[in-house]
């Protein structure tokens, strides 16, 4: 996730969260930089046989070979299965500096081994998530401001907020751009939330996913995560997968 602390974008994990079991998220990505000891920078899930989808701000100015995808493990620090990446299509409307359309696909050389351990997540489709919805999030973001990184992959339940409510908390830090329909916000309390290392990562309700981590404010200090709203880039992401 991208997050802004005193006028400065940084990257999420989850704050507030549990360990997750090992069923819960079978589509969840750890994204490795090959070129930094291995290491988990963003979050990613499994959409069909060989694509991965992700947050734009995760693979803007990244070329393909330098990082590799790890799935089946919730663990960081071993098991699953790695994938080195092919192709990356960020959308081609992306703003970084607003972080508008913050979506990117990253397709694996060859297909996923599915298994209990490997599932692609379906994707919803119809703009219907009301105010007051819980989702679950998953990731290995930090799970404090000391930049705590957990082995474990992190679950926490969040409650949709309407995003009009949601531009005006967010107003309430700094000059922001209103929250558009292309995205969508949760908040739940202060103490819980995403945080750097999550961007990327599922947003799910009903076993589909609605969301992609792509901002927020610090990390889970009573403001609103804002993520990539799924439904209304449905038709995008399918006719570049097919």
């Not at 970084?96 to 081994?113: A, M, P, Y």
């Not at 309407?162 to 531009?167: I, L, Y």
């Not at 599922?202 to 993520?227: M, T, Y």
Request: hydrophobic content about 35%; glycine content about 8%.
């Amino acid at each position: 996730m991208s997050w802004i602390a005193q006028g400065e974008a940084q990257e999420s994990r989850i704050v507030g969260g549990t360990d997750a079991s090992e069923s819960l998220a079978p589509y969840q990505v750890s994204f490795r930089n090959t070129d930094r000891s291995d290491d988990h920078f963003c979050a990613g899930s499994i959409i069909s046989e060989s694509w991965i989808l992700t947050a734009a701000h995760c693979t803007n100015g990244i070329d393909a070979n330098q990082i590799a995808a790890v799935v089946g493990t919730n663990k960081l620090s071993s098991g699953g299965d790695r994938y080195e990446i092919n192709k990356i299509i960020i959308h081609e409307n992306f703003i970084i500096r607003r972080l508008q359309n913050d979506i990117s696909l990253c397709q694996i050389k060859g297909e996923f081994n599915f298994n209990d351990r490997v599932k692609p997540i379906r994707l919803a489709s119809r703009p219907n998530i009301r105010p007051g919805s819980r989702c679950v999030l998953t990731g290995w973001g930090f799970t404090d401001n000391q930049r705590t990184v957990p082995d474990n992959l992190q679950v926490l339940t969040v409650t949709v907020l309407s995003n009009r409510r949601c531009s005006e908390k967010l107003a309430q830090t700094r000059d922001l751009t209103p929250i558009e329909k292309t995205q969508m916000c949760t908040l739940t309390r202060e103490s819980e939330g995403a945080c750097n290392g999550d961007s990327g990562g599922p947003l799910v309700r009903n076993g589909k996913q609605v969301g992609i981590v792509s901002w927020g404010i610090a990390c889970a200090r009573g403001f609103p995560d804002v993520f990539v709203y799924v439904p209304a880039y449905y038709n995008w992401i399918n006719e570049h997968i097919q």
